[in-house]
């Protein structure tokens, strides 16, 4: 029995966990702050300076010191805030190492695109991971231990789920009941991600990169969407590697009808040439 024990992982639970989320001009994006007995883990650090400052308000609220930065994947609206999350402090910012590969790809590319438009607002330098993890790999932050699944390809080219007792924070593996972005043409990646997530076990709460947060039923309407998108846009390209403006916005209409009023509407369109080309 002693034995038993023993061998047992010693994990204490979290305290509670709490979210930030961003006005859909920054893309709705959430970050989730992890409360533990002596401090909190904050997951993803939104997209601009702005709503950065906003989760290190959040945070100071908690009144306990931040121990920690957990990233799910190296898309900007996840990772840009992470400077003013930190201000100044010396903690690890922790990351898959194929996240941090990714990152090394669009951090001149997504600032080249997002810098002008954005000005003050998009960070004057990125803060890459300190810490890098291998697949499976377990970090442990005040008694509280997270572990790094790597679930590949999804909504970016690298997604982790962060999984600590019954919670698991799936990055954008999840956008829940909002629009995705398709237009990297890994959907059907995405879908045998999600399979994957799903063979996960040990959690029952999903926190998604976008929208509440639920069980694991999150997993399957992500599907859901995906094979409707995947349906219609397969349908409206004929075979072609591109929409023509009118089927792109057919295709609105069609995405309107399966997710209604949901947010970040204007991927829709954005998504839809990659999706095609990625089909035929
Ligand atoms: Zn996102």
Redesign the pocket.
């Known amino acids: 029995m002693f034995a038993v024990l023993a061998a047992a992982v010693v994990s204490a639970a979290p305290v509670a966990v709490h979210s930030y989320t961003s006005g859909e001009a920054q ?1 709705s ?1 959430n970050t989730w702050l992890v409360e533990t007995a002596r401090g909190v883990v904050v997951i ?1 650090t939104q997209f601009t300076v702005s709503e950065g400052k906003a989760v290190r308000k959040k945070l100071e609220s908690l009144g306990k010191p931040l121990l920690a930065v957990l990233l799910t ?1 190296a ?1 900007p ?2 990772v840009n805030g992470t400077a003013e999350v930190l201000a100044g402090q010396k903690v690890p910012v922790v990351a898959l190492a194929g996240v941090k590969t990714v990152l090394d790809a669009l951090d001149a590319p997504k600032r080249a695109y997002w810098g002008p438009q954005l000005k003050g607002e998009y960070p004057k330098t990125t803060v890459f991971p300190t810490q890098l993890v291998k697949p499976g790999e377990t970090v442990t932050f005040d008694g509280v231990a997270f572990t790094a699944h790597d679930l590949g390809e999804g ?2 080219a690298d997604e982790t789920v962060w999984a600590t007792g019954a919670h698991a924070f799936v ?2 593996l999840v ?1 829940y009941k909002v629009h995705p ?1 398709l237009a990297e043409g890994h959907s059907g990646a995405w879908l045998t991600s999600l399979e994957r997530a799903k063979a996960l076990t040990g959690f029952e709460k999903v926190y998604p ?2 929208g509440v947060a639920g069980g694991r039923e999150l997993f399957d309407w992500q599907r859901g969407y995906l094979e409707a998108y995947r349906k219609n846009v397969k349908e409206l390209a004929k075979g072609q590697p591109t929409l023509s403006d009118q089927a792109k916005k057919e295709l609105e209409a069609r995405m309107e009808k399966v997710l209604p009023k949901a947010g970040l509407a204007m991927l829709v369109a954005m998504s839809a040439d990659a999706v095609a080309a990625e089909l035929k």
């Open positions: 893309f994006a993803d994947h898309h609206d996840h909504e970016s990055g954008d956008m972005w990169g976008h």
